[in-house]
């Protein structure tokens, strides 16, 4: 238990150094270019998180569950499909820049990915935040000095390419670690369309409340129940971060939850995460700083515990290939989450972000009870499990591929053993 415990402080320090410097970029960005440049920026991140997440998907799913040998293969893919990005986004900057910087950064992104994807499967998430973090200090640092050597002449395209430069880096070793293997398509056609519908379904869930708020609602309340809700979000990763630790004994086990997350520390872990929230909540409260943005917060704090229970529990039915019922209640926390944001602003007349919020929350409980259930289900025989139900990763690409001020590039992600009769490169 301290191995897990000390593996999940590393990864939770590397997190929030990341974000840290994200929030600095952020900040800078807004000072030395404007709004306008920074909106630029944010469009085209928005982007590269939609180019990848249905591609990257399957990659990172079976990386988890296949055996070494599939793996290395299927990773040369995922590397070759990131350099045709980067190709594609090379051509492209001197037309579109936000087309090409998100073609630029996703096959970055996948190329990095494809590189950090074996620690990930040894069952090491500190070493890949430390990975994510590096990239985050030597893409913000190359675009920092070109700012502040420029000054007033400085511009967002030559600030984006810096940005995007370190990549060249990742590139190589990837290509390096990959050298020698033949690519593979991976998995089959319904797999692969299990894995797409299951993208579409996470990215809806954790992002569409907001967009639906947008609609329905001013920009200042979609700015305090965004801001509240990434809040949230930031804190409920630790608790996949945790339930990763598990992942290769977890594997051993078949997917036999006793070899998993210990469900007391779980819950104290979400507790602990609800009860900070809800602290922050009631600060920004009592300091009248964006009051709006504590109250939100107030009932946000029950989804943040909610949701570190059910990235814990999301990481261990990966492993059990119980994609298909998660992916339906996930539909259905969906369905739930917006009819609930409908009914609370239409027809009962209630604040939008607070609606929101509590919308939230009750799709979460639905998800956190259901999870629970299907997580200590009786498990098949390894012979009999549909090939079809492959483990999918929650890739919160609008959170792995958003601005640095919101990319962990860690919410979602498996880890599993290498074969011992082969050594990974």
Not at 60 to 77: H, M
Not at 196 to 219: C, K, M, R
């Amino acid at each position: 238990m301290l191995r897990h415990f000390a593996g999940l402080g590393a990864a939770g320090s590397w997190m929030i150094a990341g974000r840290g410097v994200g929030f600095l970029w952020t900040i800078l960005l807004l000072s030395a270019l404007g709004l306008g440049d920074y909106g630029i920026y944010a469009t085209a991140c928005a982007f590269a998180a939609i180019i990848s997440a249905p591609l990257e998907n399957v990659f990172v799913v079976r990386s988890v569950r296949v055996d070494t040998a599939e793996y290395e293969r299927e990773r040369s893919t995922r590397l070759l499909l990131g350099v045709l990005l980067i190709v594609a986004g090379v051509v492209l900057y001197p037309f579109t820049l936000t087309l090409a910087f998100a073609l630029v950064f996703a096959g970055g992104e996948m190329v990095f990915n494809a590189y950090k994807s074996l620690p990930l499967r040894n069952g090491q998430p500190a070493a890949v935040m430390r990975l994510d973090a590096l990239r985050q200090f030597s893409s913000i640092g190359a675009a920092t000095i070109y700012l502040f050597a420029a000054g007033e002449s400085a511009t967002l395209p030559v600030a984006l390419a810096l940005y995007l430069a370190p990549y060249a880096v990742v590139l190589v070793l990837s290509a390096v670690r990959c050298w020698g293997t033949l690519p593979a398509v991976p998995g089959g056609l319904r797999e692969n369309v299990l894995l797409l519908g299951d993208a579409f379904i996470i990215s809806l869930y954790l992002q569409g409340d907001i967009v639906l708020l947008g609609i329905l609602s001013s920009d200042e309340t979609v700015g305090a129940y965004s801001v509240a809700s990434q809040i949230a979000l930031a804190l409920s990763v630790l608790g996949q971060l945790y339930a990763q630790s598990f992942n290769v004994r977890l594997r051993e086990s078949h997917g036999d939850p006793a070899a998993g997350p210990r469900p007391k520390f779980l819950l104290g872990l979400a507790a602990f995460f609800a009860l900070g929230s809800f602290v922050v909540g009631v600060l920004l409260i009592l300091v009248g700083w964006h009051s709006e943005i504590g109250v939100v917060l107030l009932v946000m704090s029950l989804f943040a515990g909610l949701r570190t229970i059910d990235n814990a529990w999301t990481t261990v039915l990966y492993i059990q290939h119980r994609d298909g019922p998660r992916i339906a209640h996930a539909g259905i926390a969906l369905a739930l989450k917006f009819a609930g944001i409908l009914l609370l602003i239409l027809a009962a007349g209630w604040p939008a972000a607070l609606a929101a919020a509590v919308a939230a929350v009750l799709a979460e409980a639905y998800l956190c009870l259901l999870y629970t259930r299907l997580v200590h289900r009786p498990l098949p025989q390894r012979d009999t499990i549909d090939e079809g139900e492959a483990m999918s990763v929650e890739l919160t690409t609008t959170d792995e591929l958003a601005p640095d001020l919101v990319t962990p590039d860690a919410l979602a992600r498996e880890i599993e053993s290498p074969d011992s009769t082969k050594e990974p490169r």
